[in-house]
């Protein structure tokens, strides 16, 4: 059985930093693609940044330059260190992880969500 855990989010003033950590657990063949994905109120889910295997990484406008993407195949977790951040960036944070178990079963996990609140 594979499982995501997220860790990181909480409250900050603008300008501040927070980084966020997701890992990728159990009998992994291998993973794909790793994400983060934001959902603020009223508002659809929106694709933060997201890292293959390989290292190719890809970024939202509103966060490029100020967001880094991570990702550490040893341990399976991808980080997203957040700078600069601002109030706009407020929201749920997701991660997503796309892969494939030992029995080369598909898998797409979603994290709980974790609240990254952005306000003086």
């Known amino acids: 059985q594979v499982q995501l855990v997220e860790s990181g989010g909480g409250l900050v003033q603008p300008g501040e930093s927070l980084r966020l950590s997701c890992t990728v657990s159990?009998?992994?063949?291998?993973?794909?693609?790793m994400g983060w994905y934001r959902q603020a109120p009223g508002k659809q889910r929106e694709l933060v940044a997201r890292?293959?295997?390989?290292?190719?990484?890809n970024y939202a406008d509103s966060v490029r330059g100020r967001f880094t993407i991570s990702r550490f195949n040893v341990g399976n977790t991808a980080t997203l260190q957040m700078n600069s951040l601002k109030p706009e960036d407020t929201a749920v944070y997701s991660c997503?992880?796309?892969?494939?178990?030992?029995?080369?079963?598909?898998?797409?996990?979603w994290g709980q969500g974790t609240q990254v609140t952005v306000s003086s």
């Open positions: 997503n992880a796309e892969g494939s178990d030992y029995a080369l079963k598909r898998f797409n996990l």
């Open positions: 159990g009998s992994i063949f291998g993973i794909n693609v």
């Open positions: 890292i293959t295997s390989i290292g190719d990484s």
